[in-house]
């Protein structure tokens, strides 16, 4: 999945008419204290990382003055959490807030639907707040090929608890989140807080907007604008997985290919099949080798896109030798693959004395595969040799060349 900075995530939505904060994005401190001065009010500043959680990591400050603002922008500039940088800020008016309320849509892997969920309380630990007062929650699982009719967001916020002249702006407001979480293809929109002002004005004041990388073909608009890869969120991405993913979607209806480096290992990993990559890593660590990455591939990737992933693996520094292995269950056509891999390996010149190559393949087409690799000058492997034989291969012939 793809996530949008805050700022961008607000800009969707003040575009479709829900009220946000007046705010900047800034990258050094007398930005900030500038429009401080032109707010003249007190400031929120968020630091623009593509994770949630900001505030509980202290990345979230206040600041009264136009000099404490600069102050605390330039004490979060630089910053560095989780791998990444902080390298602008959001500067934002500091809503008065008498109310909280609490509103997402996402996609729910059970129903296969849509699934819109609204709060009368809402705000830091949100999730506890529900498990603690259920009664304040509601949702609708809403067709996947419909829309949210400003009937049913008005039942759901009844539903929540919310009563009055609030029902009518809150209701207008979840029709349009709605709305944009559908039209830009998200797999996940959640505003927390909605912010009720003393004077019933209605702002989202932070918001989270997630959607499908393969859906982004769609939305040139959001280019350059969303953080790929959210299911390695732990780090940013190396520019060698970047260069994967970027295969990846370049040809996203000709099967897949998926690439995680280590830090550390010598030993390439090109896997894939019905979990196999999986059970092969823990293979080769028990055999006492380190694999240099995890690799994922299947359902027939294009030649272009195994050259791609192949090359990759070769360029990790650090890297002494290759483990090629597909597990049988699989529906990949291994010659088109074992004829990007070879080709590669063949333009790399290595010398597999000294750069060991264990390739084991099995699937459809496996005397086409084997051809190929055989004619191209290496050492084929079929159903043969099991994919823990492969592993125990690989390492042993690490250790005779260290």
Known sequence: MARLLEDDA???????????PKSTVVTEPEEAETFARELDQPTILKALLPFGGR????????????????????????????????????????????RELYAAALNDTASRSPIVLVSSQGGV?????????????????????????????????????VRGPLLVE???LLHRLFTIYSNFDATLLEVNPIAITPEERVVAASCVIEVDDDALFRHPELEGKVVRGLDRLWRPLTEREQL??????????????????????????I???????????????????KPANYSEWGGNPSARKMETLTRVVL????????????????????DTAAGAITKVLKESRLDTRRFPVVIRLAGLSDESAKEVVESAGFEYHGEDLTMDE?????VERMRNIG
């Open 390 to 394: 492969s592993a125990r291969l690989i």
């Open 125 to 161: 630990d949100v999730q506890e707040i529900h498990a603690k007062s259920p009664e304040s929650s509601a949702y609708q699982v809403v067709d996947p090929t419909g829309r949210l009719e400003p009937f049913r967001a008005r039942e759901l916020w009844i539903r929540a608890g």
């Open 55 to 98: 505030q509980k990591l202290g990345l979230v400050k206040t600041a009264e003055t136009a000099e404490e603002c600069s102050k605390t922008v330039k004490n979060l500039l630089g910053v560095s959490v989780n791998g990444f940088t902080v390298g602008k800020v959001l500067v934002e008016e500091r809503i008065k807030i008498s």
């Open 10 to 20: 607000k800009r969707l939505l003040a575009n479709a008419g829900v009220a946000v």
């Open 244 to 269: 994967v993913v970027q295969a990846d979607l370049d040809e996203p209806s000709k099967g897949d290919v998926r690439y995680a480096e280590f830090d550390g290992g010598d030993i390439g990993f």
């Open 170 to 172: 809150v209701t207008s």
């Open 315 to 334: 360029s990790k520094p650090g890297v002494k030798g290759l483990l090629v292995c597909l597990n049988i269950s699989n529906n990949t056509r291994i």
């Open 271 to 289: 896997c894939g099949g019905g979990g196999g990559s999986l059970m092969l890593q823990d293979a080769v660590r028990a055999f006492g080798g």
